[in-house]
């Protein structure tokens, strides 16, 4: 039995990128075998086992064939006469598949070293558009490399246009795709993944609303130089953009595009202190400074309008609002106090921006 170190972490070590996870791929073993070793089965579709120790992930060599639909429709045969090429065939891009033995020799039958070398994002067959979730992964491999000035091989990008040409990737959940992106989101220049699936036409499972879609990730390109985080990221990429029904999205990103788009509606309008009181009381300011303060960054640096809004100090500004208390006097009712606070805070920003 032997057992090699393969995928991404031989990879990035070759590059001298830090990585943590470890994918391993046991060769001339069985099931039995590994149980017998003390590893843990976590396999549903083929024999994956955690290490007893490390809990890093150890997979039965195998071999892949299509079946069905969609990134899920593949038999699997598992044997112990696979080897580490035939087992390293069914991968996505060359550079994906090279592995490390346990005394450190490099397994590398597909070109994977020649195309880290010349930076280039090579599929290893023509069986790459058997699985569409592809598309995706390499639009992320580029954003994940781009320090490194990889380019997409022009045959790759031509099997990516093929599959988001055909059924395949209406077959893909939304949540895998998502999985995808939003890792991407959490990169620097997070825009490079929208632009490959602009190039490749993979954009369609987000929205039909593609010129909208267009136009903000042009958007996003000046903002990934700024340190803003995946939600703020997603609030400009979806910006007044019509989401398909199946496009679910977890909460912490529906939230910020909500309040972002509330925020930047509301002061549409000639700037006032009206105007700034309503979108700060509508986006829950008082409650949440710090997520206030991201959405007023955002709104200038997308809008770029008013110079009454770029000089203004959000943080000392609510600080102050906040301290805003009606006088003590005991038969006010709850409406009266409401109204003092509101005309109080009206006075306070009227004086902050020179109205």
């Known amino acids: 039995m ?11 070590e070759i590059l001298g990128i ?30 994956v086992f955690l290490h007893p120790v490390s809990k890093e992930e150890y997979a039965l060599a195998r071999k892949e064939f299509k079946t069905d639909p969609g990134h899920k429709g593949f038999r699997f045969d598992v044997n112990s006469e696979i080897t580490i090429e035939e087992d390293l065939y069914r991968r996505d891009l060359t550079v994906n598949a090279i592995a490390k033995s346990e005394t450190g020799e490099l397994s590398d039958p597909y070109g994977g070293l020649k195309d880290l070398e010349n930076r280039v994002l090579r599929h290893i067959s023509p069986a790459f558009k058997d699985d569409p979730l592809r598309v995706y992964r390499v639009a992320r491999f580029y954003t994940y490399l781009n320090k490194f000035n990889f380019e997409i091989h022009s045959e790759t990008i031509e099997l990516m246009q093929e599959i988001s040409k ?28 929208f632009e490959v699936l602009k ?3 993979a954009l369609f499972p987000f929205s039909t609303d593609l010129d909208k879609f267009h136009k903000n990730i042009n958007t996003l390109k000046n903002f990934d130089k700024n340190k803003i985080s995946a939600e703020e990221k997603w609030a400009i990429l979806s910006f007044d953009l019509q989401l398909n029904k199946d496009t679910k999205i977890p909460n912490s990103y529906k939230k910020m595009s909500k309040t972002f788009i509330e925020f930047s509606k509301t002061l549409r309008g000639k700037i006032s ?42 943080e000392k500004l ?32 009227k004086e902050v921006i020179g109205e």
Not at 2 to 12: E, M, N, S, T
Not at 323 to 346: F, M, V
Request: proline residues 2%; aromatic residues 10%; positive net charge.
């Open 18 to 47: 830090e990585s943590h996870e470890k994918d391993w791929v046991v060769i001339g073993g069985t099931e039995q075998d590994m149980l017998d070793k003390g590893f843990i089965s976590v396999g549903k579709s083929f024999p």
């Open 199 to 201: 190039k490749v036409g």
């Open 273 to 314: 202190s009206k105007l700034i009181l309503e979108a700060l009381m509508k986006t829950d300011s008082f409650r949440n400074k710090e997520n206030a303060k991201k959405i007023f960054n955002l709104y200038n640096e997308f809008f770029r309008i008013d110079p009454k809004l770029k000089d203004l100090n959000l």
């Open 2 to 12: 032997k057992i090699f170190l393969v995928g991404g972490y031989v990879r990035d």
């Open 166 to 193: 055909s059924d395949e990737i209406n077959n893909l959940s939304f949540e895998r795709i998502w999985m995808e992106t939003q890792k991407c989101l959490a990169m620097e220049n997070s825009h490079l993944f």
């Open 318 to 349: 609510l600080e102050k609002l906040i301290k805003i208390k009606p006088k003590k006097i005991s038969n006010k009712n709850s409406k009266e106090i409401k109204l003092e606070i509101y005309e109080k805070r009206i006075a306070l920003i």
